[in-house]
């Protein structure tokens, strides 16, 4: 059974999820604070964690953070309409996604089958190595030839879509799905060719002739190193 922690402070809107969540299945525990958010993450192994950016002892930011100094749990923020910039603030800390309050659970439920679906292939791995190129899911972390690769989050999971994928062809509408959600909502294919070129000048030797990232010429795109994970 999926596990998922709810951290949110209001106690209806906490309640209403849990009921429509355990009504699908998924097995849920509540925190309405940052340190009791701490003691549960430290106990238990969720696959995923729902988590307010507003909470009374601190803030989701602070929890986000503590979770990724040793896991790579998947992160849905819950946020205030007008809060932009913590959205933005959120997917840089390492969140995955986010839902903007006042929402409808069936959105909300559509949001975690697509997160749970993107991480799917990554569990029971902890690193991901192919050539030069060392992918630390725990540390949210790359390295090539042994140096720090400074990734933004949409190239991080970019790269990691297209390692745990390595035996396959992946379509330009594939990729869009597994990077947001299932219309590619938050990306659009201009937005895709871009990511690939940055991705390739930071880990190809010579970006205009890659290795690891092949383009199949009217399909999408394969890694092509055999990945060791």
């Known amino acids: 059974m999926i596990k998922i922690l709810l951290v949110e402070d209001d106690a209806t809107l906490a309640m209403g999820i849990e009921y429509s969540l355990k009504s699908e299945g998924y097995d849920v525990d509540i925190s309405s604070t940052v340190s009791k958010g701490k003691d549960l993450v430290d106990k238990i192994e969720y696959d995923l964690i729902i988590l307010d950016i507003g909470l009374p002892d601190g803030d989701g930011f602070e929890l986000c953070k503590y ?99 390595s035996d396959k062809v992946l379509s330009r509408t594939v990729m869009l799905e597994k990077l947001w959600d299932i219309d590619g909502e938050f990306v659009d294919d201009n937005s895709l060719s871009v990511y690939i070129r940055r991705l390739r000048e930071k880990i190809e030797e010579d970006s205009s002739n890659p290795i690891y990232i092949k383009t199949i010429r009217g399909i999408g795109y394969r890694w092509n190193v055999e990945v060791r994970g």
């Open 67 to 165: 979770i990724r100094e040793d896991k790579a749990t998947p992160i849905i923020f819950l946020t205030a309409q007008d809060e932009e910039v913590s959205i933005v603030m959120g997917l840089e800390i390492g969140g995955d996604d986010y839902i903007t309050k006042p929402f409808r659970i069936r959105e909300l439920i559509s949001r975690i089958k697509a997160v749970l679906r993107r991480t799917e292939g990554t569990k029971g791995k902890n690193v991901l190595i192919s050539g030069d190129i060392k992918l630390n899911l725990m540390e949210y972390r790359v390295y090539n030839k042994d140096e720090l690769v400074q990734l933004t989050p949409s190239e991080y999971k970019l790269l990691s879509i297209l390692m745990n994928n």
